[in-house]
T-cell receptor
């Protein structure tokens, strides 16, 4: 069974600090990886996608991928109280039938940024 | 706004009712998905429609029935639901369901089964 594991948290960081969110996955053939942000009572919002080993930066967000270690992380620099949300890691993996693929989601890490 | 809309946003129904959830995407995508999100659980994929191919999670009960009349519209028909089916039902779409599968979610329907 394909699994995506995240620390459930809650993770608390002070405003202005770096928040580090981690994710491991079990399916070695996975090729694409995503981070979603979900505010309480809202739907998930795609914030980063990464396909190659290394770092990918977008504003205050940096995604890091290490396929050999089956590990993907999200760094949030200069954390703001508005970053307080649950962050979901998602991994693209095949569905058993047909050519379609699915995203397998982790349970999410709840982040709180303290003013 | 992600370009994916869902109606209704909230739904309360009894166990003997029949209702339908509607999803529409305005992104020109070719794949659409239904997910269930229960408290403290990961998002659970229920159904995928991709270029008219339907894939379903075999653990989804038959009281949930999807319909995808075209690439822009997706329905989830509900009948004789159970209280444990109360959850947030999310629709998503992506350009395709292949390797670079960026999915964009609608706002969800909060379903309560009494």
């Amino acid at each position: 069974q394909k699994e995506v594991e995240q620390n459930s948290g809650p993770l608390s960081v002070p405003e202005g600090a770096i928040a580090s969110l981690n994710c491991t996955y079990s399916d070695r053939v996975s090729q694409s990886f995503f981070w979603y942000r979900q505010y309480s009572g809202k739907s998930p919002e795609l914030i980063m996608s990464i396909y190659s080993n290394g770092d990918k930066e977008d504003g205050r967000f940096t995604a890091q991928l290490n396929k050999a270690s089956q590990y993907v992380s999200l760094l949030i620099r200069d954390s703001q109280p508005s970053d307080s949300a649950t962050y979901l890691c998602a991994v693209n993996s095949p569905i058993s039938s047909g050519s379609a693929r699915q995203l397998t989601f982790g349970s999410g890490t709840q982040l709180t940024v303290l003013p | 706004e992600t370009g994916v809309t869902q109606t209704p946003r909230h739904l309360v129904m009894g166990m003997t009712n029949k209702k339908s959830l509607k999803c529409e995407q305005h992104l020109g995508h070719n794949a659409m998905y239904w997910y269930k999100q229960s408290a403290k659980k990961p998002l659970e994929l229920m159904f995928v429609y991709s270029l008219e191919e339907r894939v379903e999670n075999n653990s989804v009960p038959s009281r949930f029935s999807p319909e995808c009349p075209n690439s822009s519209h997706l329905f989830l028909h509900l009948h004789t639901l159970q209280p444990e089916d109360s959850a947030l039902y999310l629709c998503a779409s992506s350009q395709d369901s292949l390797l670079y599968n960026e999915q964009f979610f609608g706002p969800g329907t909060r379903l309560t089964v009494l």
